[in-house]
């Protein structure tokens, strides 16, 4: 099975911090996303990623970049946080052949204070 | 532009009732069709897909769906509900051409409550 791996399913960060949010898959996906659900809202797409080093802004990549150094591993970055990213964060993978469907992550949801 | 539409934002039903979740799609080309559902605190788990052929599709957990081009609709249904359905479900269609390769675009989602 595809598995997703987010590193924190709780976090609580300070206005103005520095925040990373690790995702990792092991099924040796090319095409890795990252989005953010409110509620009411959805999911909607903040950056994705075709393959290592590359990548693409969504719908709302304002205050946030990412980062992929290695193909199992796509980062969201946020520079300077601020207390409207508080949300849910889910990643998910994608073998790009064909139309093969998303696979994520549990999420992670973070806090701003 | 793609967009996907799930009009309904709550719905109740008993256990043991049919069920439908209603879906409304627009894409320009040959639309690939999805719906996942996620328990609270979780993540997305795929139910069913549609890419082609046999417009009714068959997924996990009993659940169905039928692709009708004509109406745009991509509905969920299940015959009958388990309180372990009670979730939030999501529609998506996926665009795959160009520099959209692999993305989807999500409804709001529908959040489903079962009685007992």
């Known amino acids: 099975d595809v598995k997703v791996t987010q590193s924190s399913r709780y976090l609580v960060k300070r206005t103005g911090e520095k925040v990373f949010l690790e995702c990792v898959q092991d099924?040796?996906?090319?095409?890795m996303f990252w989005y953010r659900q409110d509620p009411g809202l959805g999911l909607r797409l903040i950056y994705f990623?075709?393959?290592?080093?590359?990548?693409e802004k969504g719908d709302i990549p304002e205050g946030y970049s990412v980062s992929r150094e290695k193909k199992e591993r796509f980062s969201l970055i946020l520079e300077s946080a601020s207390t409207n990213q508080t949300s849910m964060y889910l990643c998910?993978?994608?073998?790009?052949?064909?139309?093969?469907?998303?696979?994520f992550g549990p999420g992670t949801r973070l806090t701003v204070l | 532009a793609q967009s996907v539409t799930q009009p309904d934002i709550h719905i109740t039903v008993s256990e043991g009732a049919s069920l439908e979740l209603r879906c409304n799609y627009s894409y320009g080309a040959t639309p690939y069709l999805f719906w996942y559902v996620q328990s609270p605190g979780q993540g997305l788990q795929l139910l069913l897909k549609y890419f082609s052929g046999d417009t009714l599709v068959q997924g996990i957990k009993g659940f169905e769906a039928e692709f009708k081009r004509s109406q745009s609709s991509f509905n969920l249904r299940k015959p009958s509900v388990h309180w372990s359905d009670a979730a939030e479900y999501f529609c998506a269609v996926g665009a795959f051409g160009g520099s959209t390769l692999g993305r989807l675009y999500f409804g709001r989602g529908t959040q489903l409550t079962v009685w007992p």
């Open positions: 990623s075709y393959d290592v080093k590359m990548k």
């Open positions: 998910a993978s994608r073998a790009q052949s064909s139309y093969n469907e998303q696979f």
């Open positions: 099924m040796d996906h090319e095409n």
